[in-house]
């Protein structure tokens, strides 16, 4: 941790509770489509995976997908949540605790930040910018930057390819077992937060080699290793 550069960070779960405004959209989505409704307990559980396995497990009414359910209702079910997240203007989102004081602390001290996640990237871009914590970050990958999501580690290879890192001068910060998988996945040491969306696993379980319940924490770990 001595030679950390670069810290890659999730999104929903880790800087944002975004579940509100999911929870309100896929509920909508699924009822239209003449299925029973999801409440916000429910859809804490099913995100993670990004948009398509969301509505799919919203429509299953379990983290387990139905196989039952056809390719085209399962597109129906994507586009109706896109429409009516896209027009939630994101309301109920809202910031964790002290993310936005820690990311300026990382930012002021010379590291490079940087956002991973498996959300549309259609709607990264006001969700960051209606918090203003969108120029702590040099680059911004949503869930379809690249053919493979987390926990495949295609996005940190490639932001260790473009800042010249090796996996040891890299940290990934999230609260999924997918972002603890990515994370080994590209050989770098991760950081995880107990407060996040891990399908109702405690994150622990995913073998992190950082656990707090504040991610101002992490300003500690850094200093703490440096």
């Known amino acids: 941790m001595n030679q950390l550069k670069l810290i890659a960070f999730d999104l929903d779960g880790t800087?944002?509770?975004s579940v509100p405004d999911l929870a309100v959209a896929a509920d909508q989505a699924v009822r239209e489509l003449g299925y029973a409704g999801v409440s916000e307990e429910q859809v804490r559980?099913?995100?993670?995976n990004g948009a398509?396995?969301?509505i799919a497990r919203a429509l299953s009414q379990s983290i387990?997908?139905?196989p039952e359910l056809s390719p085209e209702l399962r597109a129906k079910g994507r586009e109706l949540f896109d429409d009516y997240y896209?027009?939630?203007g994101h309301k109920l989102t809202h910031l964790y605790p002290q993310v936005k004081e820690t990311l300026a602390e990382l930012k002021q001290a010379g590291f490079t930040l940087a956002l991973v996640t498996n959300k549309p990237s259609?709607?990264?871009?006001d969700v960051l910018a209606q918090h203003n914590i969108a120029d702590f970050f040099s680059d911004v990958l949503g869930g379809d930057a690249f053919p493979e999501r987390k926990p495949n580690p295609v996005a940190l290879n490639w932001l260790m390819e473009k800042h010249g890192c090796t996996p040891n001068e890299m940290l990934?910060?999230?609260d999924s077992k997918n972002d603890i998988l990515a994370a080994k996945n590209a050989g770098c040491a991760s950081f995880a937060l107990t407060y996040g969306y891990n399908h109702g696993e405690p994150i622990s379980a995913s073998g992190p080699d950082f656990v707090a319940d504040n991610i101002a924490q992490l300003l500690e770990v850094i200093a703490v290793s440096a």
């Open 122 to 125: 259609k709607f990264v871009p």
């Open 64 to 66: 387990d997908i139905d």
């Open 15 to 17: 800087l944002l509770d």
């Open 45 to 48: 559980d099913y995100v993670g």
């Open 52 to 54: 398509d396995i969301l």
């Open 172 to 174: 990934m910060v999230g």
């Open 86 to 88: 896209e027009k939630s």
